[in-house]
């Protein structure tokens, strides 16, 4: 196995019935399973009990126990994940972020779970689940829920601006806002009291995560397919106009370099690129009146849009792959799926768990535009085992392109390039030195 265990020390990041599964030896034994996940909010932490109460009633041959592990430190889950590997101690089954079940399953740290669900749960889960949680052909990991990122708009400030608000709320999949249209809005709407638009979510996972569909739609992904090579992608020239659109925003005074907190619920910007969690907390908060549309799309390319959430997995430690299967696959049922969705206040990854009551604030309205998406245009961060060495290096690569932008007030394409090629320089090193054939 390729141990690669800086990576994992530097990570900061991410109704159907119950199918037929192979039938377990009948020893008489109970067989004790174990979960690591981050803690959530209290809904989600009463769910756990919940559930786990729940099946371990039903099924006195296999008991369940979880360890929530607090993320106020960032690093403290990941650490403890790499600690475990180390010491061959990971637990039975332990949640990763989307963009790193191919770094896991290339490592051999997680175990096919394929035959765990059937043709009917496969057409049932959103596509960019079973993307997100693919590598070389075997599912290795599965989520509850998923995630999305949309374009918000102030409709206060954009009528006081002469925008049409009725034109981006009548918006279709098949019709975004374009880049020139939300540039023209972004100056329209910038005034010394506020910004027109809101593009950094962070300067760390948030900007490989939320920027990547600009890339996709002018027509190069920051990695190729295969997740081999970053060279010819990140660093193409469609990849340095894209950065040199996002970059004038900065420089124009569009858009502030350093990501604000609640920056749009506030009043400081006129426009977001957000994400889907937004929408619970402009519902609860916001004092004006907003509106959310489609992912803007370049002037030339495709509809696409982010998604990726946490999955869970089965270790290389578990000791009873057979039972853990199992229960991943009732705990990701219809049901379960829904209930957790409702809890943690995401979009759930079965499209039938929108027929649970619990669910039917997705029916309409914003959260029903987050499962189009889903369904349509969402497309996971690059499949490779050397993605968290490139999120790293780009979102660096970004945060100086930003600055010197917003410094000089101009976008520098030389500088632009150098970044970029650096950072896919970077990448195929990493990937050369642990996972090249």
């Not at 296999?62 to 993320?71: F, H, P, T």
């Not at 918006?171 to 100056?187: G, S």
Request: proline share 4%; charged share 25%; glycine share 6%.
């Amino acid at each position: 196995m390729r141990k690669h265990l800086s990576i994992v020390l530097g990570l900061a990041m991410v109704a159907s019935t119950l199918a037929a599964v192979p039938t377990m030896a009948e020893s008489g034994d109970v067989v004790n399973l174990s979960i690591w996940s981050p803690t959530d909010r209290e809904a989600v932490e009463a769910w756990w009990v919940e559930k786990l109460a729940e099946w371990n009633e039903a099924h006195p041959e296999i008991q369940v126990s979880r360890e929530a592990i607090d993320r106020s430190d960032s690093y403290a889950y990941d650490n403890k994940i790499a600690t475990a590997v180390t010491s061959n101690d990971l637990p039975s089954i332990f949640y990763v972020d989307g963009p790193q079940v191919s770094y896991y399953a290339a490592n051999g740290i997680i175990v096919p779970i394929t035959e765990y669900f059937t043709e009917e749960d496969m057409a049932d889960i959103v596509p960019s689940t079973i993307a997100q949680c693919t590598y070389d052909g075997e599912l290795y990991a599965m989520s509850a829920t998923e995630s999305g990122v949309a374009f918000y708009y102030n409709k206060e400030m954009l009528k006081e601006a002469g925008i049409d608000t009725d034109d981006l709320d009548s918006r279709t999949l098949e019709n975004p806002v374009t880049w020139e249209e939300m540039a023209d809005i972004a100056e329209k709407c910038t005034t010394d009291e506020h910004v027109g638009t809101h593009i950094i979510m962070d300067h760390g996972e948030g900007l490989p995560y939320a920027l990547e569909p600009m890339y996709i739609s002018k027509g190069k992904d920051y990695i190729s397919d295969d997740g081999k090579t970053a060279e010819g992608y990140v660093d193409s020239e469609e990849a340095v106009e894209t950065t040199a659109y996002l970059a004038d925003l900065i420089a124009k005074g569009y858009a502030n370099v350093d990501p604000i907190q609640d920056e749009f619920l506030n009043g400081a910007c006129a426009t977001m690129i957000g994400g889907s969690w937004e929408v619970a907390t402009l519902e609860a908060n916001a004092s004006f009146d907003w509106g959310v549309t489609y992912y803007p799309v370049s002037d030339t390319g495709k509809a696409v849009s982010p998604c990726g959430d946490w999955s869970a997995a089965i270790s290389r430690d578990c000791e009873n792959v057979e039972a853990a299967g199992e229960f991943l696959q009732w705990l990701m049922s219809t049901e379960n799926v829904a209930t957790y969705a409702a809890a943690i206040a995401k979009p759930a990854t079965r499209n039938t768990a929108y027929e649970n009551e619990a669910m039917a604030d997705y029916a309409e309205g914003p959260r029903a535009l987050f499962v189009e998406q889903l369904n349509n245009t969402a497309v996971p961060r690059p499949r490779t085992p050397s993605y968290a060495t490139f999120s790293a290096n780009y979102a660096e690569a970004m945060t100086n392109i930003f600055s010197d932008a917003a410094t000089n007030g101009e976008v520098d394409a030389d500088y632009i390039q150098d970044e970029l090629t650096n950072v896919a320089e970077l990448f195929t090193e990493d990937y050369e030195t642990y996972y090249a054939e």
